[in-house]
């Protein structure tokens, strides 16, 4: 039962991080900037999430 639960965790996780990366591309901030959320949504994915949500969303 577990395992079930575990993976519609992942998918949410990973669909809220295809629509945060999408965000980040239509942003208007510079190429860096863009580069820099990205990797860190892909390099944690959870935290990297909380933190562009809290600190970068309207930001780029």
Do not use: C, H
Not at 8 to 18: A, E, K, M, S, T
Not at 22 to 47: D, E, N
Request: glycine share 18%; hydrophobic share 60%.
């Amino acid at each position: 039962m577990g395992f079930e639960y575990g993976g519609i965790l992942g998918i949410i996780i990973l669909v809220l991080d295809i629509w945060a990366i999408l965000q980040i591309i239509k942003g208007g901030g510079s190429t860096g900037s863009k580069v820099l959320w990205i990797l860190v949504i892909l390099l944690l994915p959870v935290i990297g999430l909380i933190i562009w949500f809290l600190a970068g969303r309207g930001r780029v």
